[in-house]
């Protein structure tokens, strides 16, 4: 009997678990393999060069602006996204009518596609000639055209990047909120009314905000490693056929063209994958850490 | 995100094979001789794609199927050349020199001995390594400068002869509604590349194998063309980029860079009312420029049918000039890679079109095969800080020099 539950359990799982090896596993030793070589347009090398990649990939100007890059874009959007999506949940949460169409409305961007908003920020809302949506609000109130893409100083492009995946992204958090915000006992509201807490600051402050610990550090975690992986609103927005600017240039998007633009050094790009690996791994135990994440907002 | 890469192409792999067998066990339309497939990528004026399919079905050797491919063509054919189901034929911006050195495609020098002084030197060069030919041009295609003659004559401006008129002129063309020049929405960096330092007097690599603009007169060079930027004489985040002449024609900007390619619109929309220019010279050591390019035709060396891919490709684009003179003046706009077929294109003799022609013959420039891809990032990158955020471009050109040096030593070690 056992050893047939055990036939089943791999009829079941083998198909899943050989896929998983296949197409993950090796293919990931394999790039890690490949950081170790000189890998110009192949994927069998056969030169070995030891840390070469490592060291050229870490003294390389452009990558380590990448990271920087990363952090600034973390810095922006995940702080923003999880004020903006809290408050529409504690906005939709309040709501006595038509609370499901709003709930609707607000999660529909999250539908649509990183590509299509893109484009849509790109070349209608903030294109840069006079006729463009936000040139054409400045202009009402006598402002100058502004090229949003192709200005860096000040960094106008930061405001089209954050707001392409604010829009896209904040209904899906305002989802994960308007959950955790209905999993609070309505007694403790209760109770704080007749102890005198005043409705509004307070009651967010010390009943709300502390009974959604949980979701919080679910929310911050998937908003940080979705940052991480940031690449097509950045690609569809500064990309052009000659290549990339070098600024507003995330690790994915610089790495892309290491390894597989026509620059096909895919043993440098192995590399830098490896080391972008690292951190997002370092980063996220140490914020899962922080966070205390695996609590319940019971235990808040 | 490396895992999901790899998915990817493993899948995209997959998929080939799976679309490689049905094509060897399709029935209908079963000619003689191996199956050969051939790659473009996707050419943007009708009719291109009914034709190469045209030319492909008139070859009796082998049976051609033509996939058409958008998107990015370039990714796409490197990463299928890693593979067994890559194309047999394709078309490729290059090849690039790691390719060559790679062995990815094969040496062609044969199948063009016979005419290989028909072809316009300055493109088959950057095509041939150690005197071997890799890929055949198919078509020049150019860029230059466009002006409208009306806007320059109401503000008094003469076409350009330098740079420094040149940065003048944008700025006296620039109205609060047209701006003075285009040059792509990252403000040049990309489509301009290195035509500022050939038009100076440099070159990306001397005759010696070494960086060719390591001078102070090149940082001054590119440094001014920040004024343009400072300037705000450029046009920047036009709904469409340089490649497209839509800014041009709606009136967006006075002047715009653009390639040959887009004059039959601009005719159509402007008629006379235009003309052309090369990147005006600067210094004293300075001339004119353009850079020219061509897609090769290239074969790659995982085809399971060498000799009938390679007789495929020198019967398409060594003999039969009357294919390649369709292909070249028919559909888009370009310049026949083959001198004899230039010299007698009648759309090539009048008007700015002979002026392209003049431009591509006495100025063009063509980038090195030595000129990496790594390269052109690090002077890309550079090029753009100076012109947008006014780096200074004298410590920029110096680490760009050392980074060049650096890959110029590599691809000369080991080869």
Redesign the interface.
């Known amino acids: 009997m056992r050893r047939r539950a055990a036939l089943w359990f791999w009829v079941f799982v083998g198909p899943f678990a050989f896929g998983l090896a ?3 596993y090796v ?2 030793l ?2 890690v393999a490949l950081g170790f070589f000189d890998a ?4 069998t090398p056969t030169h070995f060069v030891g840390l070469d990649n490592y060291t050229a990939m870490l003294r390389d ?2 990558f380590v602006d990448s990271l920087k890059t990363f952090v600034v874009f973390t810095a922006f959007i995940v702080p923003v996204t999880y004020v903006f999506s809290l408050s529409l949940a504690l906005m939709v949460n309040r709501l006595r009518a038509a609370r499901a169409f709003f709930r609707s409305v607000f999660f529909l961007p999250a539908a649509c596609s990183y590509v299509v908003a893109a484009l849509i920020w790109k ?2 809302l ?5 006729f ?1 949506l936000a040139n054409t609000v400045l202009g009402w109130f006598g402002g100058e055209p502004v ?7 000040p960094p106008w492009y930061w405001l089209v990047i954050v707001t392409v995946r604010l829009w896209l992204q904040a209904g899906f958090y305002m989802i994960l909120f308007l959950a955790g915000l209905q999993r609070i006992d309505p007694a403790l509201y209760e109770a704080a009314a007749v102890d005198g807490a005043r409705p509004g600051w307070t009651v967010l402050r010390h009943i709300t905000l502390p009974q959604l610990r949980a979701t919080s550090a679910a929310v911050v975690l998937l908003l940080g490693v979705g940052a991480f ?1 940031a ?1 097509d609103e950045f690609y569809n927005l500064l990309s ?4 990339y ?3 507003a240039r995330p690790p ?1 998007v610089y790495l892309y ?1 290491t390894a ?6 895919l043993g440098l790009g ?1 590399a830098g ?2 080391i ?2 690292l951190v997002i791994a370092v980063v996220t135990v140490g914020q899962a850490r922080w966070l205390r994440l695996g609590r319940t907002d019971g235990d808040g | ?3 999901s ?3 990817l ?3 995209g792999a997959g998929a080939g094979v799976l679309t490689a067998c049905g094509s060897n066990t399709g029935r209908g339309g079963g000619g003689p001789g191996p199956q050969l497939t051939q790659w473009y990528h996707q050419y943007g004026e009708p009719g291109t794609e009914r034709a190469v399919r045209r030319y492909a079905a008139g070859f009796g050797r082998a049976r051609v199927s033509v996939q058409w491919r958008p998107g990015n063509y ?2 796409q054919t ?2 299928a ?2 593979t067994d189901s890559g194309p047999d034929v394709f078309e490729v ?2 090849p ?1 020199l ?2 060559i ?2 062995g ?1 495609v094969l040496d062609l020098t044969d199948l063009v001995r016979e005419v290989k002084d028909d072809f316009n030197p300055a493109v088959l060069a950057p095509k041939t390594h150690e005197g071997r030919v890799y890929g055949i041009p198919q078509v020049i295609d150019m860029q230059m400068l466009y002006y409208r003659k009306s806007l320059l004559e109401d503000a008094g401006v003469e076409p350009p002869a330098t740079l420094d008129a040149l940065v003048d002129a944008a700025h006296r063309l620039t109205t609060g ?1 047209v701006k003075g020049l285009f040059l ?4 040049g ?3 301009l ?1 290195g035509t500022p330092l050939y038009a100076a007097g440099f070159r990306f690599v001397g005759d010696d194998g070494e960086v060719g603009f390591d001078d102070p007169a090149a940082a001054r060079t590119l440094g001014k063309l920040h004024r343009l930027y400072a300037d705000k004489s450029l ?5 469409s ?1 340089w ?1 497209d002449p839509s800014a041009f024609v709606q009136g ?1 900007t006075a002047m715009q860079w653009t390639g040959l390619w887009a004059l039959p619109r601009i005719r159509e929309e402007l008629g006379d009312d235009f003309g052309v220019l090369p990147f005006p010279r600067d210094g004293s050591h300075g001339r004119p420029s353009v850079p020219i390019g061509a897609y090769g035709a290239a074969v790659s060396a995982r085809s399971r049918h060498e000799e009938p891919a390679k007789e495929y490709v020198k019967w398409l684009w060594v003999e039969r000039t009357d294919h390649q003179e369709d292909f070249a003046l028919s559909y888009g706009f370009h310049i026949p890679a083959r001198i004899s077929l230039a010299e007698k294109a009648t759309a090539l003799k009048h008007g700015p079109a002979a002026d392209a022609v003049r431009f591509t013959t006495d100025h063009g420039y063509a980038q090195p095969l030595l000129w ?3 390269s ?3 002077y ?2 550079a090029l ?2 100076i012109i ?2 006014g780096a200074g471009p004298e410590p920029e050109l110096r ?1 760009v020099v050392r980074k060049v040096s650096a890959e110029l030593d590599r691809v000369k070690k080991t080869s």
């Open positions: 296949l197409f993950t293919p990931l394999w790039s110009h347009n192949t994927v100007r452009a070349m209608s903030f294109n840069g000639v006079r463009g090229a949003w893409l192709a200005t860096t100083d992986q690449f052009d056929a000659r290549g600017p070098p600024y994915l063209y597989l633009g026509q620059g096909q050094n192995s994958a490896v972008l690996a | 995100m490396t895992i890469r790899r998915d192409l493993a899948a370039d990714q490197a990463a050349l890693l911006n290059g690039t790691d390719q050195r790679g990815q509604k792509g929405n990252d403000g960096a990309g489509v590349g046009l920047l985040g036009a709904p980029d490649s967006l990496t891809p790594a052109q990032t690090a890309q990158d753009s800080r947008r955020d680490a």
